[in-house]
């Protein structure tokens, strides 16, 4: 009776029908699942990895058996995502883009005189007769001392308040913008956005809401007149505000008073103050505080004493008071029953946005 360890057709030929020697290399299933082998793509074959037959998985505890094709995905989207929320934490008021334009609203308001325009008593005391509250130049701006808002540090608004009393010195006090023609010192203050707007005001002033240059400066005609006195006398404040978490506004509403005297006349000529008020509107987003730049979005200009019918956009227009103070005063255009009451640009608790008015206490 024949081995029953052997096949039933019996031993290959060549065979010793005995395998007993192979008994000690057991090649059980738990061996077979621990192999990890994979074989190269036919790319990889095709490319000359003849080296090794075979390229190892990335064993990353769990993720061991995940390609590392798949890995390097994985971390791509993870990065992705990452930065993604990580720019909209940080930078939830990034603009898409920067204001440009016509930012700039004017309004222009003549305030004629109801009398004769009667020259100061004292040439050289021409403020002698002004109520108290006036300071002199940039003292009488009343700028406050910063503090935080909401989204804007004590830092952040002490720069914007800085930046206004700036541009407002240079734009209503400096004699080389008041009499000389000068732009430039202005221009540097208004942010790139208006600067095409400030521009355009420059070369063709026009009174159509943006393009009046007495909206960004004031200016008179220094072939008409001339400063009486270098000393100009204000009385105002400003006001500080959030227009969203982002822009910074501050108001500011001030009464400027102006010796004036006509261009070219001698020692002594009769000296006119000229009153204006100028109700201005600036906003600042970050950019703008750090180049210590502003953007004026909204500007009201009262000037008196000073003719209906003329233009204010190019300059202000004062009518000066003559030697014998009798020329009688121009009356504004509209009929005696229509004419608006008087008003006083240094009354702050009124709006300054009106039409042309009648100046009080001429």
């Given amino acids: 009776m024949g081995d029953p360890r052997e096949p039933p057709e019996g031993a ?34 095709l490319a000359g ?41 940080s930078s939830p008021t990034r603009p898409a883009a920067r204001p440009e334009g016509s930012q ?10 109801a009398s004769a325009v009667r020259a100061v008593a004292d040439p050289a005391d021409p403020f002698a007769g002004l109520p108290p509250g006036y300071g002199d130049g940039a003292v009488g701006l009343g700028t406050p001392a910063g503090a935080a808002t909401g989204h804007f540090s004590r830092i952040e608004v002490t720069k914007a308040l800085d930046t206004v009393q700036r541009y407002l010195v ?9 009499v000389q023609g000068a732009t430039a ?18 070369v063709q002033p026009t009174d159509d809401r943006h393009h009046a240059l007495t909206g960004w400066l004031v200016r008179f005609d220094p072939a008409q007149v001339a400063l009486a006195a270098d000393t100009v006398k204000v009385a105002g404040a400003m006001r500080i505000d959030e227009a969203d978490n982002g822009t910074l506004e501050i108001a500011t509403d001030h009464t400027f008073v102006y010796a004036l005297k ?3 006349a001698p020692s002594g000529a009769p000296v006119t103050l000229e009153t204006v008020r100028r109700q201005l509107s600036f906003e600042f987003d970050r950019t703008d505080l750090a180049s210590a730049r502003l953007r ?29 103070a009798a020329a009688p005063p121009t009356p504004p255009p509209a009929a005696a029953s229509t004419v608006p ?17 009648v100046l009080a206490g001429s």
């Fill in 12 to 45: 290959p030929d060549g065979g010793s029908g005995n395998d007993d020697e192979y008994r000690s290399v057991v090649f059980d299933e738990s061996f077979v699942r621990a192999a990890r082998i994979q074989e190269l793509s036919a790319r990889e074959r």
């Fill in 49 to 89: 990895a003849y080296g090794r037959a075979t390229r190892p998985k990335v064993r990353l505890g769990p993720l061991g058996t995940v390609p590392r094709q798949a890995l390097a995905l994985l971390l791509v989207i993870l990065l992705a995502f990452g930065a993604a929320v990580y720019f909209g934490v």
């Fill in 104 to 113: 700039l609203t004017v309004s222009l308001v003549a305030l004629s005189p």
């Fill in 170 to 178: 240079a734009s209503s006090l400096a004699p080389a913008t008041l």
């Fill in 185 to 202: 010192d202005v221009r540097a203050f208004v942010t790139p956005g208006e600067q095409a707007q400030f521009d355009a005001s420059v």
């Fill in 262 to 264: 006509a261009a070219g």
């Fill in 296 to 324: 004026l979005v909204d500007s009201v200009l009262q000037a008196g004493p000073a003719p209906c019918d003329g233009s204010l956009a190019g300059a202000v227009q004062p009518v000066l008071a003559t030697a014998d």
């Fill in 341 to 357: 009451p008087p008003v006083d640009p240094g009354n702050h608790a009124r709006p300054a946005w009106q039409m042309c008015g």
